[in-house]
């Protein structure tokens, strides 16, 4: 059985809303690690080591171990740490519809949020505000049939599909501030809206909430990379 005494560390960056799940789960089950920044500009030996295939962060390393990818880690902290409260539903359907839209999030709405990030003209990002805001109507439905009428996707306490969705917030945040966009909008999905202010006010959130300065900054790099190889290109 794993105790708080493993030695646990998570390889990850401030800004990495990924990073930021995991750090809820460990949070969530009262798990102590050492958090390990990296440079994913400059990747060092150890972040290549723990993650030969996908050279991405966040890792966990758990007596030694890596395990790789975020929703994969969450998991395997449930499993672990069982002792604390369950992130999964306990039933098998529950589970299941709460991977589905757990994978849905990472797919579609984190690459309609890029798609907003990525674009060079004010047009291009409307279209592609249009196309986040169509990515993220579907979680209204989903949170009113996981939820159940409750404060959480989970229930009563955050869960696991409140991290997988929650851990974007903050990135969410970040673009209203740089282009003044609404991803999740009130007026559009009323119980999500209402869903994401209690979420950001628990202790789990502030805990681990990426700094919006921080992403603001890492976000201007990536675009200034990203139009220097657009110009390579031409």
């Known amino acids: 059985m794993a105790g708080e005494g493993d030695d646990v560390k998570l390889l990850g960056t401030v800004v990495s809303p990924f990073a930021v ?5 460990l949070h969530l089950k009262g798990v102590s690690y050492e958090d390990l920044e990296q440079d994913v ?62 994978a849905y999030v990472d797919d579609k709405v984190v690459t309609a949020m890029l798609g907003i990030l ?45 991290l997988a969705l ?3 917030l903050f990135w969410f945040e970040a673009l209203r501030e740089m282009f003044g966009v609404m991803i999740i909008d ?13 979420f950001a006010e628990t202790e789990t959130a502030k805990k681990a909430a990426s700094p919006i300065k921080s992403i603001v900054e890492y976000a201007g790099k990536l675009r200034a990379i990203w139009a220097a190889i657009a110009a390579a290109a031409k």
């Open 118 to 162: 990525r674009a060079t003209t004010e047009e291009e990002r409307a279209e592609r505000l249009d196309a986040a805001l169509a990515a993220v109507r579907p979680m209204e439905d989903a949170f009113a049939e996981c939820s159940g009428g409750k404060a959480f996707f989970a229930g009563d306490s955050v869960g696991y599909l409140d």
């Open 21 to 25: 799940r995991v750090r809820m789960a």
């Open 41 to 102: 500009f400059d990747k060092g030996d150890l972040l290549l080591a723990s993650n030969p295939v996908r050279k991405k962060v966040p890792v966990l390393l758990h007596a030694g171990r890596p395990v790789s990818e975020s929703l994969a880690i969450v998991e395997y902290v449930d499993e672990v740490w069982a002792g604390a409260a369950s992130l999964l539903p306990a039933d098998p359907h529950g589970r299941a519809v709460a991977r589905f839209w757990a």
């Open 166 to 168: 929650g851990c974007h």
């Open 186 to 198: 009130a007026g559009r999905t009323p119980r999500l809206a209402a869903w994401a202010g209690r």
